[in-house]
C-alpha cells in the first residue's frame, strides 16, 4: 500500500503564511496526480490545489493567487505555499495522490490530515 505524511500544519494569524508538505511511500510505480483538499465540520472535503504528472496546476478559486502547489516527482512529495492566509483558511488539510502500483493498477490514497488555524 501507499502512505501519504502530512507535515507543516499550524496556527498562524491573518495573512501570515505556512509551508504543507506531503510525503509518499510504499509500492509506487507512477504518480497522476498529486493534490490538496481541506476539509471543516458539517463541509464536504474540498479541491484546494492539485498538480498533475504532465505539470498542469489547477487551484480552488478562493485560494487562487495566495496559494501555490509544487511537486517533485522523483522525491514523491508536493508541497503548498499557503499566502495570505485568511480566517476561512482553516481547516484540517489532506494530502491526495493517484498511485498506479503497478501497470494498470491504481488507487487514490489519503494522508491523515494536518491541521490549518488562521486567527483574525
Known amino acids: 500500500q501507499v502512505q501519504l505524511v502530512e507535515s507543516g500544519g499550524g496556527l498562524v494569524q491573518a495573512g501570515g503564511s505556512l509551508r504543507l508538505s506531503c510525503a509518499a511511500s510504499?509500492?509506487?510505480?507512477?504518480?497522476?496526480?498529486m493534490g490538496w483538499y481541506r476539509q471543516t465540520p458539517g463541509h464536504q472535503r474540498e479541491l484546494v490545489a492539485e498538480?498533475?504528472?504532465?505539470?498542469?496546476?489547477n487551484y480552488a478559486d478562493s485560494v487562487k493567487g495566495r496559494f501555490s502547489i509544487s511537486r517533485d516527482n522523483a522525491k514523491n512529495t508536493v508541497h503548498l505555499q499557503l499566502n495570505s492566509l485568511e480566517p476561512e483558511d482553516t481547516a484540517v488539510y489532506y494530502c491526495?495522490?493517484?498511485?498506479?502500483?503497478?501497470?494498470?493498477?491504481?488507487?487514490?490514497?489519503w494522508g491523515q490530515g494536518t491541521q490549518v488555524t488562521v486567527s483574525s
Open positions: 491526495n495522490a493517484r498511485v498506479y502500483t503497478r501497470p494498470g493498477v491504481w488507487d487514490d490514497y
Open positions: 510504499g509500492t509506487i510505480l507512477h504518480i497522476v496526480n
Open positions: 498538480h498533475n504528472s504532465g505539470g498542469a496546476r
